[in-house]
């Protein structure tokens, strides 16, 4: 209305005369202003009323982006109090090792001393051992035979006379122990002259073990998952376990091929088998004093089976193509009149393998055997009283090149490695004592000092030798810290030898 009310006022300015007078043109600026500001205003409240209909409302488009929490019912936890960071450490027990090497089948005819001569061991050790009260013995009654394993010394070659054997005892290595001495530096082969073989990682492994072994009066440490050595699944579960630990064969305990009362025989076969399907490889440890030798012609008997049947095996361990087989005591072999122990291994490897297509590696103190052997091995380097393992593998590396070098020949060193000793309660045993593992710490020293050798091989006492305490499988005192450190170790000595 007052639009039109100003059209009609200024139309009817225009339309006198006079009208283009100074008060007709002030009036007709005035309503131009009016209307630009009335637009203006129009056009201003027209945008605000489009964009409130098209545009999503802000806290719509909050919660779409960042939704707004709502209350839920939610668990109280309770952050315990972090106690100050501490390193692992492993508390080691005291080992009460038994020496049941042997389950012996009571036969017909069997009387308690005839067992004791056929096994080299007493009658009163067997009788402690399975807690007799007489020597009255039934049929097919199962006995625990004591069993033992020597530390080399330096004590003359032992021969055995054709009398009835004795027990031996341990004897110490004090006479080879030189502690004050300095530490004789390796001599390492000549270049050129240096292995051509692999840088192999071999454990020592029993195979003699049945479930009744793991209670608190035979071993208190126990393996991590406790077994029969005849069970399969134990022996495929072990060589897992040593390959992802970075060992390439194992060396089983071998009593000869026959296979009553001796599963060392039948555990061997099922070990090549399993080697045979997972690409590990197995030889033997050769028990020279086995309780199933009684002469020479045995050991040249079961050393022809063991070469024409297991060192056939494709999983059989081999060095530069020649089957490796490692020998137990060879000081202790049997003897003819007038025979020395040496002359005994000469005749037997002249009967057994002449041309040395197989490697046999000696056990002892006694360089001299590598006039018969093809290398050369400490079964143990932990002694009473303690001796520089550092001192003792240099020297005896060095031994062996120096033969090797005054003969022009090549014999191999195998160096050995220790977790540490225990054979406290083994029944029988002189001299007997403990060496603490010291968490790992004497592992690697042992290690060390392996590696400083320049060896060939490097041989771990051992993967399962439980009755002298010096097993790396896994167990309830120490889980797997031991495997851990040999996956490490063995690295070290592989990369050495590049």
Not at 334 to 357: C, E, K, L, M, Y
Not at 365 to 371: G, K, L, S, Y
Request: glycine residues 6%; aromatic residues 10%; contains cysteine.
């Amino acid at each position: 209305m007052r639009l039109r009310f100003l059209f009609q006022r200024l139309r009817g300015v225009i339309r006198r005369p006079g009208a283009t007078s100074l008060a007709g043109l002030a009036a007709l600026l005035v309503f131009c202003l009016y209307i630009y500001l009335l637009a203006t205003l129009v056009w201003s409240d027209t945008v605000q009323i489009a964009a409130s209909s098209t545009a999503t409302p802000v806290s719509e488009t909050e919660t779409a982006r960042t939704p707004s929490p709502t209350p839920i019912s939610r668990a109280t936890y309770t952050i315990p109090a972090r106690s100050p960071t501490a390193t692992l450490t492993y508390t080691p027990i005291s080992y009460t090792p038994t020496p049941a090497h042997l389950v012996y089948v009571v036969e017909a005819g069997d009387t308690l001393s005839g067992i004791a001569r056929r096994f080299n061991t007493t009658v009163s050790a067997i009788m402690e051992l399975n807690s007799l009260s007489s020597e009255l013995l039934s049929i097919r009654q199962e006995l625990f035979i004591p069993g033992r394993r020597q530390a080399a010394t330096s004590s003359p070659t032992l021969t055995r006379t054709t009398t009835s054997p004795t027990p031996t005892p341990t004897p110490t290595a004090t006479s080879i122990a030189v502690p004050s001495s300095p530490t004789p530096q390796p001599t390492r082969p000549a270049v050129g002259a240096s292995s051509s073989g692999e840088a192999l990682v071999v454990a020592f492994y029993y195979a003699w073990y049945g479930l009744d072994q793991w209670v608190p009066s035979k071993v208190p440490d126990t393996p991590a998952v406790p077994y029969r050595s005849s069970d399969r699944s134990t022996i495929t579960r072990h060589v897992a376990q040593a390959q992802q630990a970075g060992i390439d064969a194992f060396a089983v305990a071998w009593y000869g091929p026959n296979v009553h009362n001796n599963q060392t025989e039948t555990n061997l076969r099922t070990m090549l088998e399993v080697a045979g399907q997972r690409g590990f490889r197995c030889t033997v440890d050769f028990e020279t004093r086995s309780p199933f030798f009684h002469s020479q012609a045995d050991i040249v008997g079961a050393l022809r089976y063991l070469i024409d049947n297991h060192a056939a095996s494709p999983a059989f361990l081999r060095y530069e193509g020649k089957p490796l087989i490692f020998f137990w005591a060879v000081a202790n072999v049997f003897t003819g009149q007038g025979q020395s122990a040496i002359d005994a291994w000469a005749s037997i490897r002249q009967q057994v393998d002449p041309q040395h297509n197989t490697l046999w590696i000696a056990d002892g103190a006694n360089i001299e055997f590598q006039r018969v052997f093809d290398g050369h091995h400490l079964y143990n380097i932990t002694w009473n009283p303690p001796a520089s393992v550092n001192t003792t593998l240099n020297r005896w590396g060095n031994n062996v090149r120096s033969y090797s070098a005054q003969h022009g020949t090549r014999k191999l060193w195998v160096a050995t490695v220790m977790p540490g000793y225990n054979d406290l309660h083994i029944h029988g045993r002189s001299n007997r004592f403990a060496h603490d593992r010291r968490n790992g710490a004497y592992y690697r020293e042992t290690w060390q000092a392996a590696i400083s050798s320049a060896p060939d091989l490097i041989m771990i006492t051992s993967f399962n030798e439980w009755l002298e305490g010096t097993q790396i499988e896994p167990s309830v005192s120490y889980d797997e810290l031991y495997l851990q450190l040999t996956s490490e170790l063995s690295v070290a000595f592989k990369a050495s030898r590049r």
